[in-house]
Protein backbone atom coordinates (compact mmCIF):
# COMPACT_ATOMS: atom_id res chain seq x y z
CA UNK A 1 0.00 0.00 0.00
CA UNK A 2 0.82 3.26 -0.74
CA UNK A 3 0.22 6.91 0.96
CA UNK A 4 1.00 9.64 -0.69
CA UNK A 5 1.08 13.29 1.30
CA UNK A 6 1.99 16.98 0.86
CA UNK A 7 3.73 18.02 3.83
CA UNK A 8 2.49 21.54 5.72
CA UNK A 9 4.00 23.94 8.23
CA UNK A 10 -0.11 24.69 9.29
CA UNK A 11 -2.71 22.92 11.28
CA UNK A 12 -5.60 21.34 9.22
CA UNK A 13 -8.40 20.31 10.61
CA UNK A 14 -11.77 18.68 9.86
CA UNK A 15 -15.39 18.72 10.88
CA UNK A 16 -15.90 14.88 11.90
CA UNK A 17 -19.50 13.03 11.72
CA UNK A 18 -19.14 13.15 15.26
CA UNK A 19 -18.87 16.51 15.32
CA UNK A 20 -21.81 17.16 13.26
CA UNK A 21 -24.28 15.19 15.11
CA UNK A 22 -23.38 17.18 17.99
CA UNK A 23 -25.20 20.34 16.80
CA UNK A 24 -28.50 21.08 15.94
CA UNK A 25 -29.93 21.17 12.46
CA UNK A 26 -31.22 24.35 12.79
CA UNK A 27 -27.87 26.26 14.13
CA UNK A 28 -26.09 27.86 11.27
CA UNK A 29 -23.03 26.08 9.38
CA UNK A 30 -19.97 28.25 11.01
CA UNK A 31 -21.44 26.34 14.28
CA UNK A 32 -19.54 23.44 13.11
CA UNK A 33 -16.27 24.39 13.62
CA UNK A 34 -16.12 25.81 17.01
CA UNK A 35 -14.58 22.84 18.49
CA UNK A 36 -11.96 22.89 16.35
CA UNK A 37 -8.22 23.87 17.68
CA UNK A 38 -7.75 27.36 17.88
CA UNK A 39 -11.02 28.15 16.36
CA UNK A 40 -14.54 30.90 18.19
CA UNK A 41 -16.96 31.12 16.66
CA UNK A 42 -19.41 34.14 18.12
CA UNK A 43 -23.08 34.49 16.99
CA UNK A 44 -25.24 36.87 18.11
CA UNK A 45 -27.78 33.98 19.11
CA UNK A 46 -28.33 30.16 19.12
CA UNK A 47 -28.91 29.43 15.39
CA UNK A 48 -26.87 32.26 13.97
CA UNK A 49 -29.15 34.30 12.28
CA UNK A 50 -27.59 37.70 11.87
CA UNK A 51 -24.13 38.03 10.57
CA UNK A 52 -23.93 41.62 11.68
CA UNK A 53 -22.52 40.25 15.29
CA UNK A 54 -20.71 37.13 14.02
CA UNK A 55 -17.42 36.89 14.52
CA UNK A 56 -14.81 33.45 13.01
CA UNK A 57 -11.60 33.57 14.84
CA UNK A 58 -9.23 31.28 13.84
CA UNK A 59 -5.55 31.32 16.11
CA UNK A 60 -6.51 35.64 16.15
CA UNK A 61 -7.19 36.08 12.54
CA UNK A 62 -10.73 37.04 12.21
CA UNK A 63 -13.54 37.31 9.89
CA UNK A 64 -16.12 40.16 11.40
CA UNK A 65 -18.03 42.88 10.68
CA UNK A 66 -14.63 45.54 10.14
CA UNK A 67 -12.08 42.82 9.49
CA UNK A 68 -11.54 40.18 6.68
CA UNK A 69 -8.52 37.80 7.36
CA UNK A 70 -9.91 34.27 6.83
CA UNK A 71 -10.56 32.78 3.43
CA UNK A 72 -13.68 30.85 2.62
CA UNK A 73 -14.60 28.75 -0.20
CA UNK A 74 -17.40 26.58 -0.97
CA UNK A 75 -16.30 23.24 -2.46
CA UNK A 76 -13.24 24.67 -3.31
CA UNK A 77 -14.56 27.45 -5.09
CA UNK A 78 -14.14 31.49 -4.12
CA UNK A 79 -17.32 32.88 -3.16
CA UNK A 80 -16.63 36.73 -3.12
CA UNK A 81 -15.76 38.05 0.26
CA UNK A 82 -16.63 38.16 3.64
CA UNK A 83 -17.78 41.45 4.26
CA UNK A 84 -20.91 42.96 5.79
CA UNK A 85 -22.13 45.07 3.32
CA UNK A 86 -20.17 43.65 0.35
CA UNK A 87 -20.42 40.12 0.64
CA UNK A 88 -21.52 37.02 3.14
CA UNK A 89 -20.57 34.34 4.80
CA UNK A 90 -21.00 30.62 3.88
CA UNK A 91 -23.89 30.63 5.57
CA UNK A 92 -25.74 31.86 2.85
CA UNK A 93 -24.58 29.97 0.32
CA UNK A 94 -25.30 26.45 2.55
CA UNK A 95 -28.09 24.34 4.22
CA UNK A 96 -26.52 22.69 7.52
CA UNK A 97 -28.00 19.81 6.48
CA UNK A 98 -25.96 19.30 3.22
CA UNK A 99 -22.13 19.92 4.54
CA UNK A 100 -20.44 16.71 4.31
CA UNK A 101 -17.26 18.26 6.16
CA UNK A 102 -15.77 21.59 6.82
CA UNK A 103 -12.11 21.89 6.43
CA UNK A 104 -9.98 24.64 8.17
CA UNK A 105 -6.46 25.16 7.30
CA UNK A 106 -4.98 27.29 9.96
CA UNK A 107 -2.36 29.80 9.55
CA UNK A 108 -1.49 31.89 6.00
CA UNK A 109 -2.99 29.96 3.27
CA UNK A 110 -1.44 27.63 0.42
CA UNK A 111 -0.70 29.11 -2.62
CA UNK A 112 -3.72 26.80 -4.46
CA UNK A 113 -6.67 28.59 -2.11
CA UNK A 114 -9.01 30.32 -4.04
CA UNK A 115 -10.01 33.05 -1.48
CA UNK A 116 -10.16 36.48 -1.95
CA UNK A 117 -8.78 36.36 2.09
CA UNK A 118 -6.39 34.24 3.05
CA UNK A 119 -4.18 35.96 5.21
CA UNK A 120 -4.86 34.14 7.91
CA UNK A 121 -5.92 30.35 6.69
CA UNK A 122 -8.53 29.07 4.74
CA UNK A 123 -12.16 27.44 5.58
CA UNK A 124 -13.78 25.09 2.84
CA UNK A 125 -17.27 24.46 3.19
CA UNK A 126 -17.39 20.78 1.77
CA UNK A 127 -21.35 20.20 0.16
CA UNK A 128 -22.07 16.50 0.35
CA UNK A 129 -22.51 14.73 -3.16
CA UNK A 130 -25.62 13.02 -4.08
CA UNK A 131 -26.52 9.64 -2.84
CA UNK A 132 -26.18 6.63 -5.44
CA UNK A 133 -29.81 5.52 -4.43
CA UNK A 134 -32.43 7.28 -4.40
CA UNK A 135 -33.81 8.92 -1.11
CA UNK A 136 -36.06 11.57 0.39
CA UNK A 137 -34.86 13.24 3.60
CA UNK A 138 -37.19 15.65 5.55
CA UNK A 139 -36.33 17.43 8.92
CA UNK A 140 -38.42 19.73 11.18
CA UNK A 141 -37.59 21.32 13.97
CA UNK A 142 -38.22 23.60 16.95
CA UNK A 143 -36.67 25.24 19.34
CA UNK A 144 -36.62 28.64 21.89
CA UNK A 145 -37.95 32.06 20.85
CA UNK A 146 -40.06 31.32 18.07
CA UNK A 147 -37.42 29.14 16.38
CA UNK A 148 -38.64 26.69 13.27
CA UNK A 149 -36.68 25.05 10.39
CA UNK A 150 -38.38 22.79 7.97
CA UNK A 151 -36.41 21.38 5.67
CA UNK A 152 -36.71 18.24 2.24
CA UNK A 153 -34.04 17.02 0.23
CA UNK A 154 -34.49 14.84 -2.39
CA UNK A 155 -31.27 12.62 -3.91
CA UNK A 156 -32.26 11.17 -7.72
CA UNK A 157 -29.93 8.12 -6.90
CA UNK A 158 -28.24 6.73 -10.26
CA UNK A 159 -29.55 7.74 -13.79
CA UNK A 160 -28.17 8.10 -17.22
CA UNK A 161 -25.24 6.22 -16.64
CA UNK A 162 -23.41 7.18 -14.18
CA UNK A 163 -25.00 10.70 -12.81
CA UNK A 164 -26.92 11.52 -9.95
CA UNK A 165 -27.95 14.57 -8.12
CA UNK A 166 -29.83 16.16 -5.20
CA UNK A 167 -32.28 19.34 -4.85
CA UNK A 168 -33.49 20.45 -1.59
CA UNK A 169 -35.64 23.41 -0.17
CA UNK A 170 -35.50 24.67 3.66
CA UNK A 171 -37.70 27.56 5.46
CA UNK A 172 -36.07 28.74 9.03
CA UNK A 173 -37.68 31.48 10.97
CA UNK A 174 -36.87 32.93 14.83
CA UNK A 175 -37.20 36.06 16.47
CA UNK A 176 -34.60 37.26 19.34
CA UNK A 177 -33.31 35.99 22.84
CA UNK A 178 -33.53 39.81 24.26
CA UNK A 179 -36.83 41.46 23.78
CA UNK A 180 -38.73 38.97 20.77
CA UNK A 181 -38.80 42.04 18.20
CA UNK A 182 -36.70 40.68 15.73
CA UNK A 183 -38.59 38.81 12.56
CA UNK A 184 -35.50 36.70 11.65
CA UNK A 185 -36.53 34.98 8.39
CA UNK A 186 -34.50 32.46 5.85
CA UNK A 187 -35.38 30.61 2.59
CA UNK A 188 -32.98 28.26 1.29
CA UNK A 189 -33.13 26.25 -2.30
CA UNK A 190 -30.18 24.66 -3.68
CA UNK A 191 -29.46 21.38 -6.05
CA UNK A 192 -25.54 19.56 -6.92
CA UNK A 193 -25.31 17.07 -9.78
CA UNK A 194 -22.23 14.83 -10.54
CA UNK A 195 -21.34 12.97 -13.27
CA UNK A 196 -18.67 10.91 -14.39
CA UNK A 197 -17.99 11.56 -18.46
CA UNK A 198 -14.70 9.62 -19.73
CA UNK A 199 -12.11 11.17 -17.65
CA UNK A 200 -13.61 13.97 -16.46
CA UNK A 201 -15.92 13.99 -13.15
CA UNK A 202 -17.91 17.18 -13.80
CA UNK A 203 -20.20 18.85 -10.83
CA UNK A 204 -22.07 21.17 -11.14
CA UNK A 205 -23.70 23.65 -7.76
CA UNK A 206 -26.41 25.86 -7.25
CA UNK A 207 -27.73 27.78 -4.35
CA UNK A 208 -30.31 30.61 -3.69
CA UNK A 209 -30.73 32.34 -0.24
CA UNK A 210 -33.43 35.02 0.72
CA UNK A 211 -32.91 36.28 4.19
CA UNK A 212 -34.55 39.24 6.56
CA UNK A 213 -32.25 39.49 9.69
CA UNK A 214 -32.96 41.80 12.29
CA UNK A 215 -29.24 42.77 13.86
CA UNK A 216 -28.31 42.30 17.68
CA UNK A 217 -26.11 45.78 18.51
CA UNK A 218 -22.39 44.91 19.81
CA UNK A 219 -21.80 45.58 23.25
CA UNK A 220 -18.04 46.94 23.50
CA UNK A 221 -17.06 46.94 27.14
CA UNK A 222 -17.53 44.63 30.28
CA UNK A 223 -19.04 47.75 31.80
CA UNK A 224 -21.97 47.92 29.72
CA UNK A 225 -22.40 43.76 29.95
CA UNK A 226 -22.01 44.49 33.60
CA UNK A 227 -24.99 47.27 33.22
CA UNK A 228 -27.76 44.98 31.56
CA UNK A 229 -26.28 41.42 30.71
CA UNK A 230 -29.89 40.70 29.53
CA UNK A 231 -29.98 43.40 27.03
CA UNK A 232 -28.03 44.64 23.61
CA UNK A 233 -29.00 47.81 23.65
CA UNK A 234 -31.81 47.51 20.81
CA UNK A 235 -35.76 48.30 22.02
CA UNK A 236 -38.44 46.55 20.75
CA UNK A 237 -41.05 49.88 21.05
CA UNK A 238 -41.21 52.39 18.20
CA UNK A 239 -42.08 55.64 20.17
CA UNK A 240 -41.99 58.70 17.46
CA UNK A 241 -38.87 59.97 18.41
CA UNK A 242 -36.08 60.02 16.05
CA UNK A 243 -33.43 59.83 18.78
CA UNK A 244 -35.07 56.53 20.69
CA UNK A 245 -36.45 54.80 17.77
CA UNK A 246 -32.46 55.01 16.24
CA UNK A 247 -32.40 51.96 18.21
CA UNK A 248 -35.40 50.55 17.53
CA UNK A 249 -35.04 46.84 16.38
CA UNK A 250 -36.61 46.51 13.24
CA UNK A 251 -34.92 49.38 12.14
CA UNK A 252 -31.94 47.03 12.05
CA UNK A 253 -32.94 45.07 9.18
CA UNK A 254 -31.07 43.56 6.56
CA UNK A 255 -32.29 41.85 3.62
CA UNK A 256 -30.43 39.50 1.66
CA UNK A 257 -30.41 37.33 -1.40
CA UNK A 258 -27.51 35.10 -2.67
CA UNK A 259 -26.81 33.30 -5.52
CA UNK A 260 -23.73 31.23 -5.80
CA UNK A 261 -23.37 28.84 -9.02
CA UNK A 262 -20.51 26.87 -10.35
CA UNK A 263 -19.64 23.98 -13.07
CA UNK A 264 -15.90 22.00 -12.26
CA UNK A 265 -14.45 19.30 -14.09
CA UNK A 266 -11.84 16.99 -12.40
CA UNK A 267 -9.35 15.09 -15.10
CA UNK A 268 -7.38 12.27 -14.05
CA UNK A 269 -5.44 11.20 -16.60
CA UNK A 270 -2.73 9.04 -15.45
CA UNK A 271 -2.36 8.60 -11.36
CA UNK A 272 0.50 11.53 -11.59
CA UNK A 273 -1.57 13.80 -13.60
CA UNK A 274 -4.50 16.06 -12.45
CA UNK A 275 -6.26 18.75 -14.07
CA UNK A 276 -9.32 20.95 -12.63
CA UNK A 277 -11.51 23.76 -14.44
CA UNK A 278 -13.74 25.80 -12.58
CA UNK A 279 -16.15 28.13 -13.93
CA UNK A 280 -18.42 29.90 -11.32
CA UNK A 281 -20.79 33.06 -10.56
CA UNK A 282 -22.25 34.57 -7.51
CA UNK A 283 -24.50 37.67 -7.16
CA UNK A 284 -25.30 39.16 -3.97
CA UNK A 285 -27.89 41.59 -2.88
CA UNK A 286 -28.01 43.69 0.22
CA UNK A 287 -30.38 46.06 1.68
CA UNK A 288 -29.69 47.26 4.86
CA UNK A 289 -30.19 50.12 7.39
CA UNK A 290 -28.74 51.11 10.10
CA UNK A 291 -31.33 53.21 11.98
CA UNK A 292 -34.48 54.73 10.99
CA UNK A 293 -34.75 56.69 8.04
CA UNK A 294 -31.72 55.58 6.59
CA UNK A 295 -30.91 53.24 4.01
CA UNK A 296 -28.30 51.46 1.74
CA UNK A 297 -28.93 49.00 -1.49
CA UNK A 298 -25.58 47.21 -2.65
CA UNK A 299 -25.22 44.74 -5.87
CA UNK A 300 -22.34 42.85 -5.78
CA UNK A 301 -21.30 40.40 -8.51
CA UNK A 302 -18.44 38.13 -10.01
CA UNK A 303 -17.72 35.22 -12.43
CA UNK A 304 -14.60 33.68 -12.83
CA UNK A 305 -12.95 31.02 -14.36
CA UNK A 306 -10.02 29.03 -12.21
CA UNK A 307 -8.06 26.20 -14.04
CA UNK A 308 -5.99 24.21 -11.38
CA UNK A 309 -3.32 21.51 -12.41
CA UNK A 310 -1.40 18.91 -10.14
CA UNK A 311 1.20 16.23 -9.74
CA UNK A 312 1.17 12.91 -7.35
CA UNK A 313 4.59 11.63 -7.17
Avoid at 134 to 147: L, P, T
Avoid at 250 to 259: A, F, Y
Amino acid sequence: MFVTAASVAYGNNIVTDAMKSQQSPITSVNALIDNLPGVSIQEGDTYGFDDWSTTISVRGFQNSLSEQQIGTTVDGIPNGNSNYGGGAKANRYIDTANIETVSVSQGTADIASRSLEALGGTIDYVTSDPSAESRVRAQAVVGEFDAQRYYLRYDTGSFAGDTRAWFSISRQEASDWVNGAAENERDHIAGKVVSNIGLATVTGYLSYDDTHEDNYQRLFSPEEFAANPNSDGLSKVWTGVPYVDQVFREGWSTLRENLLGYVKADFEFNEGLNLQASLYYHDNEVFWADFPRRYYFQRLWDVGLVVHSYFLS
